[in-house]
Structures are given as structure tokens and as C-alpha cells.
């Protein structure tokens, strides 16, 4: 099976660029999708196709894809940021999670 | 505007077959280039997806559950269904019915449901 690995958890302080990271075999080869999910909240596309922002998703997300790596950046992290981070591809047409990654805005 | 219900049981037994009911509305089940997927999460813990169910009734499942699920849909009730077997501890969580917009590479998924919680206890 593929699997999707995330760090558990990045801290910033309000300001900073958020960096939370994804990695997979080969991930650059495939697309990868972004989810935000606050406490108690369902999860919300933040980035998708390795780059794409959806309507009403603020510019400061955004994604990039290379190699072994995907990587959402969030500038100017807010303190509403806080959340957990999953990324989200395929592999043959079935859909893979990372584990998810829990952004703290100190 | 597209939005997605989950409804079913909250409390189910072990070895008893869970079924969810997803309503859809904003979209049809036959416009091409859609689907709807099941996607769970465990209390505290990451997201996990089940099954996926396109415009066409192609059908996708998570291996290491695939011989417990079923996803079906009714399309003039605009509704999908999940079945899940022998249901344990372990499966107990929210489940959530998910829109999916089949693109390159897989699509990619939005809206989400409110989810359903599902307890599984004696």
C-alpha cells in the first residue's frame, strides 16, 4: 500500500510562514490535495492539483509538489490558522491520507 | 450550491452491519465527472478513506477493507449508501460523505459532509 508521511506537529508564532510537509515514493509524480480541519469542524480543501486554491481560500495557502515532498505553505500565518493538516493523493486510482500534521499558532 | 447529509445509527453492536444513508443535493449522481466518497475518522485520530462511488457506478475501496463495504447509489433519490460488516471497536468514529470532482490524477474531494459519529458498543 502507499503510504503518506507528516511531521505531527509545526509550531509558529502569528506572522511567520507555516511550512508542513508530506512525504511519499515518488509523490512528485502524482497530484496532492490539502485539507484544513479545526476542532470539532469537517475538513476544507485548501489546496488541490498540488497548487490550485479553491474560491474564498485565501492567497497566503499555498502548495507545491517535487520529488518525494509535498509541501503546504501558509505566509503570514494567522491565529486562525490553527488546525490539523492532511494531504491527500492517489495511488491507482484509490485514495491515500497522511497522518496529519497539527499547526500551532503560538 | 453543493452539500452533502450523513445520516444512520449512532450506536451499533459488534458484528452488526452499519449502513449510512448520504443526501446529496446540488448535483446529479449521473452528471459525469462526479462522485461521492466515504472517508472515517477515529476519535483523536487521522482521516481514513473507505469507498468511492463515480457518476458511471465505478467503484473504488480502501484494500484492507474492501471485503467489509459496499457503496451503492440511488440516483432519483440522490443518494448513496455504505454498508460496513462486522463492525468492532475499532471502527467506531465519524464518518463522512464527501463530494468528488474527478480530475487528472484522481480529482480531488469538496465539499464535506457534517459527518455522522458512529459508536460501536454492546
Known amino acids: 500500500s502507499y503510504d503518506l508521511t507528516q511531521s505531527p506537529s509545526v509550531s509558529v508564532s502569528p506572522g511567520q510562514t507555516s511550512i508542513i510537509d508530506c512525504s511519499g515514493h515518488?509523490?512528485?509524480?502524482?497530484?496532492v490535495s490539502w485539507f484544513q480541519q479545526r476542532p470539532g469542524q469537517s475538513p476544507v480543501l485548501v489546496i488541490y492539483q498540488d497548487n490550485k486554491r479553491p474560491l474564498g481560500i485565501p492567497e497566503r495557502f499555498s502548495g507545491s509538489n517535487s520529488g518525494n515532498t509535498a509541501t503546504l505553505t501558509i505566509s503570514g500565518t494567522q491565529a486562525t490558522d490553527e488546525a490539523d493538516y492532511y494531504c491527500?493523493?492517489?495511488?491507482?486510482?484509490?485514495?491515500?491520507f497522511g497522518g496529519g500534521t497539527k499547526l500551532t499558532v503560538l | 450550491q453543493i452539500t452533502l447529509k450523513e445520516s444512520g445509527p449512532t450506536l451499533v453492536g459488534p458484528r452488526e452491519t452499519l449502513t449510512l444513508t448520504c443526501n446529496v443535493s446540488?448535483?446529479?449522481?449521473?452528471?459525469?465527472?462526479?462522485?461521492v466518497a466515504w472517508i472515517r475518522q477515529p476519535p483523536g485520530k487521522a482521516l481514513e478513506w473507505l469507498a468511492l462511488?463515480?457518476?458511471?457506478?465505478?467503484?473504488r475501496y480502501s484494500p484492507s477493507l474492501e471485503k467489509r463495504l459496499t457503496i451503492t447509489k440511488d440516483t432519483p433519490k440522490n443518494q448513496v449508501v455504505l454498508r460496513m460488516t462486522d463492525m468492532g471497536p475499532v471502527d467506531t468514529g465519524k464518518y463522512f460523505c464527501?463530494?468528488?470532482?474527478?480530475?487528472?490524477?484522481?480529482?480531488?474531494?469538496?465539499?464535506w459532509g457534517p459527518g455522522s459519529l458512529v459508536t460501536v458498543s454492546p
Open positions: 491527500q493523493s492517489w495511488d491507482n486510482r484509490l485514495a491515500v
Open positions: 464527501v463530494h468528488n470532482v474527478v480530475g487528472a490524477g484522481g480529482g480531488w474531494f469538496d465539499p
Open positions: 462511488i463515480y457518476w458511471n457506478d465505478d467503484k
Open positions: 446540488g448535483f446529479s449522481l449521473s452528471t459525469s465527472g462526479m462522485g
Open positions: 515518488k509523490l512528485g509524480d502524482k497530484y
